[in-house]
Structure formats: structure tokens, C-alpha cells
């Protein structure tokens, strides 16, 4: 069964510091996966995916993401922070096993504090 | 383009009354899905709709929850009777096919006293 652990549920950066949000992944298949940002009292929002080709992802807001198939993880980097990225990260996998279902299997989620 | 709408935004209940939700998805969105996000946790997906009929509803609770979706538009989520551990935020999510990216709606937040 596919599952999605993220390290950290409360994560506090100085604005202008480096982003690391950490997600490993367990799949018995190569996985589809994605990050999304959840601001208050709102949807989520699709930041960057990965399906295939390129491990380093480009995302939206100058977020990326790498994905490395021998350690499980696809961490969460931005190079420097911006107090609107105050937010709620969630990592998620999809097992995309063929039929007609992608369901996405979420972490518990990051709240990402940033600090002035 | 018009996103995912949902309503009521907030909805405030005692155990064992009933409740529903509402969502409409994008236009012309063939995959709908209803997710349920208990507070400290990420969102768990219930039920899956392909057009009108049902793809994945393996952890819909089927005793208490019920989803339909008319003519392939428009969803309703049913919950008949509400227990104390169903306050969450019920999230709506619509692709244009089950394998496009899934657009989220703005929840709706339901608290069960």
C-alpha cells in the first residue's frame, strides 16, 4: 500500500532563509507525486508534480522539488522565503495503477511559520 | 475559468442529525471526488465519480455516508446520522479526466456537537 510521511508537522523559518520540507514516500510501484499548499480557510492548490523524466521539479512561487527514487523522498525546497508562504504544505502520492481512478494518498502536512 | 464551488462554507450540528454538501465542479470536469480532512491530518479521499457513476468509494463510511452525483454535474454528500468524529472539512475536488490534475474547492467546515 502506497503512504506518504512528512517530517515535521510545524516548520519555522526566518524570512529570506532556505525552505526544506521533508517527504518520504512508500510505494511498490513507481509513484506520481505532488505538493500543495493550503492557505487558510481555503482549497489546496497544486504547487509542482512529478510523473516522469526530470527528478528536479519546477514549481509555482519559486518552490521545487527532487525526487530520489534510493532514498524514497521528495523534499520540498524553496532558496529563500517570503512571509506569504506562511502556509500548509502537503505531500501526496498516487499510485496511478492503471483504471480509471488517480486517487491521491496525502501526508499529514507541514505548517510552514515565517518569520519576519 | 470558475473554480470549484462548494456550499455551505460552515455548517454547525448536533450528533446524530443529518447533513449535506454541495459541490460544482468546473465545467466540463468528468472526475469528481470528495475528500474529508479531520483537523491535524491531510485529506482522505471518500468517494471518486466518473461522469455519474462511482469509481472508488472503498473508504466511504456506507452505513452513515452517501454521495450522488445527477447528470454527471452537480455532487451531494449525505451524512444520515452525524457522529462526533465526522467534524472535519469536507474538500471537493473535480479533473478534467481521472487522470489530470485535480482542482480543490474552499471546503466546507462541519463541526458536530
Sequence with gaps: AQSVTQLGSHVSVSEGALVLLRCNYSSSVPPYLFWYVQYPNQGLQLLLKYTTGATLVKGINGFEAEFKKSETSFHLTKPSAHMSDAAEYFCAVSPHQGGATNKLIFGTGTLLAVQP | ?113
Excluded at chain 2, 61 to 73: N, Q, T, Y
Design chain 2, 1 to 113: 475559468e470558475a473554480g470549484v464551488a462548494q456550499s455551505p462554507r460552515y455548517k454547525i450540528i448536533e450528533k446524530r442529525q443529518s447533513v449535506a454538501f454541495w459541490c460544482n465542479p468546473i465545467s466540463g470536469h468528468a472526475t469528481l471526488y470528495w475528500y474529508q480532512q479531520i483537523l491535524g491530518q491531510g485529506p482522505k479521499l471518500l468517494i471518486q465519480f466518473q461522469n455519474n457513476g462511482v469509481v472508488d468509494d472503498s473508504q466511504l463510511p456506507k452505513d452513515r455516508f452517501s454521495a450522488e452525483r445527477l447528470k454527471g454535474v452537480d455532487s451531494t454528500l449525505k451524512i444520515q446520522p452525524a457522529k462526533l468524529e465526522d467534524s472535519a472539512v469536507y474538500l471537493c475536488a473535480s479533473s478534467l479526466n481521472y487522470n489530470n490534475e485535480q482542482f480543490f474547492g474552499p471546503g466546507t467546515r462541519l463541526t458536530v456537537l
